[in-house]
């Protein structure tokens, strides 16, 4: 697997960088509307915190254009995406670089005034309950409103500066459990 020799990592910024590197997590995308449009931002930050009342958490970086517009617009969508969802998350993850989801065909048109996106196996359309300022970045709480299931399939996954697919653990006794991720791309 290449992943960085921990060995060489001396300061802790790296050592920091590469342990979160090894933390893998789910893949999803972040939705706003930006000029009208739809847009969105890969992340793997997020999680559920409360469910009476459904609460979810994103943690995005202050400076990007997504988190500016959830903070103006005061909701979110959050789209748990698919291992068929990659191209999206590839697309929502180029830095710098507009991330209107209508230009490249990765919107799902739908009810809520959150966009979804294709791959997504989950949407969740959430309006921003709480704001807290940690550092450079920024978390959003948000109470989910509706949730909509878009497409079916298995979680895209984020682990080992790769983008990975589930494999269920016990396929993989007595073998290299390496050589069994299926990896689609680096970051
Ligand atoms: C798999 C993956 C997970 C990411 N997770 C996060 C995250 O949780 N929070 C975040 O702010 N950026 C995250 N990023 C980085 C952003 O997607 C990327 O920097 C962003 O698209 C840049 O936005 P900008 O062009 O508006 O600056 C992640 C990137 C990848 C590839």
């Known amino acids: ?25 789910s893949v999803a995308v ?32 202050k400076n990007t254009v997504t988190a500016q517009m959830i903070e103006a617009q005061g909701e979110y969508g959050l789209c748990l995406m698919g291992a068929h969802g990659i191209e999206t998350a590839k697309f929502a993850a180029a830095p710098g670089r507009p991330k209107f989801l209508d230009d490249a065909g990765h919107v ?38 509706a949730v909509s299931f878009p497409t079916s399939g298995s979680p895209l996954v984020y682990g080992a500066r790769q983008y990975q697919r589930i494999v269920p653990a016990l396929q993989l006794v007595g073998t290299e459990a390496e050589d069994h991720a299926l990896a689609y791309s680096a970051w």
């Open 1 to 25: 697997m290449n992943v960085a020799n921990s060995d060489q990592i001396s300061d802790l910024s790296g050592s920091f960088r590469h342990s979160m590197s090894l933390l893998a997590g």
């Open 108 to 145: 799902i048109p739908g009810p809520a005034s959150t966009p979804s996106v294709t791959g997504a196996i989950a949407h969740l359309d959430c309006a921003v309950s709480t704001k807290v300022d940690v550092e450079d970045h920024v978390l959003f709480l948000g109470r989910v409103r």
């Open 30 to 61: 972040v939705t706003t509307v930006v000029d009208g449009r739809p847009w969105g931002m890969t992340i793997t930050a997020c999680c559920s915190v409360s469910a009476e009342p459904p609460t979810v958490l994103v943690s995005l970086a």
